[in-house]
């Protein structure tokens, strides 16, 4: 400690005696530079269990921890259209309802007990089944997760008491605005498609627990799998454990349904929900493209520069920096991995701006496609894309749920490696080609949650408005 604090003192009495001396700083921070980043991204061990179970592993010894996550095809795109919500309820219920050998208590009494987890989720297009351990618990664990993922037995009781909680959860929907918001923009713009698709106590009511066992059966087979799994264990290891759990389990061949792809012809609306809110909720969006799309990276910088960019985004910079109309605004495309995705813009404001921001927001993207973006934007946004990208792989279980997921939705093996070269590719010219070519201010859906009466301006000065009642369900 006292040689700590003489070096401290030393170097405080050099830098004083310094900046009595007038010296000036060596570097000023604002022109400094610095070579270009290079970094490896991390490569994750993948194999294959013979009954066709991928699986990627990256071992991390530093704590004694284990996280897997099973990806499994399905999704919600897939339900009949008089069963809406059935993909939901079979991925609640599979964990819930306890499995083979465990009732309910007892499989939530034991994990609770071993601090381990086993949790199960269904996206549009993607099921999930996830487990995370310590490396001591970790057989015992993985023998849960793996009744879980193949013999979950779907206790009548919980099955009926997560009906009623998604009955209960549409009841309360029109309580959030933004989540109607949010509702009614997917609902026009995927019209007639699945991806538009919403639950009802009708379609809710219609599924039962054999439902359930069916929708489970006809997806949840090992070579519809794929593994990520991090941590405290090596390959060897895993391997052995995986295929004495799983590798009784046969493959079944699965045949995805055909969905259909969404109408492209983009027409604009104004859509309105009344609600006696202080604060107005915008939308505004159209459809967008797939992650095949030729121009991805150069609508990635545009996105970027347009609404991702935090502060230095336009639409930040102008709506909420300097004319102080909203906490929050952005806009981003969604890039669709198996049908189109969308582009939205999205910003909360109080009932007397409602008009002006959103004219500032169209303005914005209407000027994205007239001009070039100037050179120091587009050096700041593709510098701050390709050097944030490092921060997406600072876990091991972020970088085999990376590699598990580009291989699962299809993308290229080197997708990750091509990246940063691809972004920094990306010109002026290119920004403003696609910005032309796939913004579309004038086709754009609006979507307004609000009391017009307190509005600055009405609606309609953005196009013929049409009101929307939103579904209500009071019932118990």
Same mark, same amino acid.
């Given at each position: 400690?006292?040689?700590?604090t003489a070096?401290?003192?030393?170097?405080?009495?050099?830098?004083?005696a310094?900046?009595?001396?007038?010296?000036?700083?060596?570097t000023?921070?604002r022109?400094?530079? /610095?070579?270009? #980043?290079?970094y490896?991204?991390?490569?994750? %061990?993948?194999?294959?269990?013979?009954?066709?179970?991928?699986?990627?592993?990256?071992?991390?010894r530093?704590?004694?921890?284990?996280?897997?996550?099973?990806?499994?095809?399905?999704?919600?795109?897939?339900?009949?259209?008089?069963?809406v919500?059935l =993909?939901?309820l079979?991925?609640?219920?599979m @964990?819930?309802?306890?499995? %083979?050998?465990?009732t309910?208590?007892?499989l939530?009494?034991?994990?609770?007990?071993? =601090?381990?987890?086993?949790?199960?989720?269904?996206?549009?297009?993607?099921?999930?089944?996830?487990?995370?351990?310590?490396g001591?618990? /970790?057989?015992?664990? $993985?023998?849960?997760?793996a009744?879980?993922?193949m013999?979950?037995?779907?206790?009548?009781?919980?099955?009926?008491?997560?009906?009623?909680?998604?009955?209960?959860a549409?009841?309360?929907?029109n309580?959030?605005?933004?989540?109607?918001?949010?509702?009614?923009?997917r609902?026009a713009?995927?019209?007639?498609?699945p991806?538009?698709?919403?639950?009802t106590?009708?379609?809710?009511k219609g599924i039962?627990?054999?439902?359930?066992?069916?929708?489970?059966?006809?997806?949840?087979?090992?070579n519809?799998?794929?593994?990520?799994?991090?941590?405290?264990?090596?390959?060897?290891?895993?391997?052995?454990?995986?295929?004495l759990l799983?590798g009784?389990?046969?493959?079944?061949?699965v045949?995805?349904p055909?969905v259909p !792809?969404p109408? #492209?012809?983009?027409?604009?609306?104004?859509?309105?929900?009344?609600k *006696?809110?202080?604060?107005?909720?915008?939308?505004?969006?159209?459809?967008?493209?797939t992650?095949?799309?030729?121009? $991805?990276?150069?609508? @990635?910088?545009?996105?970027?520069?347009?609404g991702g960019?935090? /502060?230095?985004? @336009? $639409?930040?910079s102008?709506?909420?920096?300097?004319e102080?109309?909203?906490y929050?605004?952005?806009?981003? /495309?969604?890039?669709?991995?198996?049908?189109?995705g969308?582009?939205?813009?999205?910003? %909360?404001t109080k009932?007397g701006s409602?008009?002006?921001?959103?004219?500032?927001?169209?303005?914005? #993207?209407? &000027?994205?496609?007239q001009e070039?973006?100037? *050179?120091? *934007?587009?050096?700041?946004a593709?510098?701050?894309?390709?050097?944030s990208?490092?921060?997406?792989f600072t876990?091991? *279980?972020m970088i085999?749920?990376? @590699?598990?997921?580009?291989?699962?939705?299809?993308?290229?093996?080197d997708?990750?490696?091509?990246?940063r070269?691809n972004?920094?590719l990306?010109?002026?010219?290119?920004?403003?080609?696609?910005?032309?070519?796939?913004?579309?201010?004038?086709?754009?859906?609006?979507?307004v949650? &609000?009391?017009?009466?307190?509005?600055?301006?009405?609606?309609?000065?953005? &196009?013929?408005?049409?009101?929307?009642?939103?579904?209500? !369900?009071?019932?118990?």
């Amino acid at each position: 400690m006292k040689l700590f604090t003489a070096i401290l003192l030393l170097t405080v009495s050099f830098l004083g005696a310094t900046v009595c001396a007038g010296s000036p700083l060596a570097t000023n921070p604002r022109t400094m530079t /610095f070579p270009p #980043m290079t970094y490896d991204i991390p490569k994750a %061990e993948r194999f294959v269990l013979a009954n066709g179970m991928i699986v990627y592993l990256m071992s991390d010894r530093e704590l004694p921890l284990i996280n897997v996550t099973a990806y499994v095809g399905t999704g919600g795109i897939y339900e009949a259209a008089e069963k809406v919500g059935l =993909a939901g309820l079979t991925a609640a219920v599979m @964990r819930s309802g306890g499995i %083979e050998g465990s009732t309910p208590e007892q499989l939530d009494t034991e994990l609770e007990f071993m =601090a381990s987890s086993v949790e199960s989720s269904m996206g549009a297009d993607l099921g999930n089944v996830g487990m995370a351990t310590l490396g001591k618990n /970790f057989d015992r664990t $993985l023998g849960l997760f793996a009744g879980v993922v193949m013999n979950p037995a779907f206790n009548q009781a919980r099955f009926e008491l997560a009906v009623k909680q998604s009955l209960e959860a549409l009841r309360r929907q029109n309580d959030d605005p933004k989540g109607v918001a949010d509702r009614e923009l997917r609902k026009a713009i995927y019209a007639g498609n699945p991806l538009g698709r919403f639950p009802t106590p009708a379609t809710v009511k219609g599924i039962s627990r054999d439902d359930l066992l069916a929708f489970h059966k006809k997806y949840y087979h090992p070579n519809n799998i794929i593994l990520a799994v991090s941590g405290d264990i090596g390959r060897q290891e895993l391997e052995e454990k995986l295929n004495l759990l799983f590798g009784q389990w046969k493959k079944v061949e699965v045949q995805l349904p055909k969905v259909p !792809w969404p109408e #492209m012809t983009m027409k604009p609306e104004m859509l309105f929900v009344k609600k *006696e809110i202080d604060q107005s909720v915008i939308r505004m969006g159209h459809m967008g493209i797939t992650k095949e799309n030729p121009d $991805l990276y150069a609508i @990635r910088v545009m996105d970027f520069i347009l609404g991702g960019n935090g /502060f230095n985004s @336009r $639409l930040m910079s102008e709506i909420r920096t300097k004319e102080g109309l909203a906490y929050n605004v952005v806009s981003y /495309f969604d890039v669709g991995r198996r049908l189109p995705g969308i582009f939205l813009a999205e910003t %909360e404001t109080k009932s007397g701006s409602t008009a002006k921001a959103m004219g500032l927001m169209l303005q914005l #993207m209407t &000027g994205m496609t007239q001009e070039s973006v100037a *050179e120091q *934007e587009l050096t700041l946004a593709k510098e701050s894309m390709i050097n944030s990208f490092v921060f997406g792989f600072t876990k091991t *279980e972020m970088i085999v749920n990376q @590699r598990a997921r580009l291989e699962y939705y299809g993308y290229p093996l080197d997708y990750l490696e091509k990246y940063r070269n691809n972004i920094a590719l990306v010109t002026r010219e290119d920004v403003l080609r696609v910005a032309r070519e796939y913004l579309h201010p004038d086709k754009l859906i609006k979507v307004v949650v &609000g009391n017009d009466t307190k509005f600055d301006k009405p609606l309609a000065t953005f &196009g013929p408005v049409r009101s929307v009642t939103p579904e209500s !369900w009071n019932e118990r």
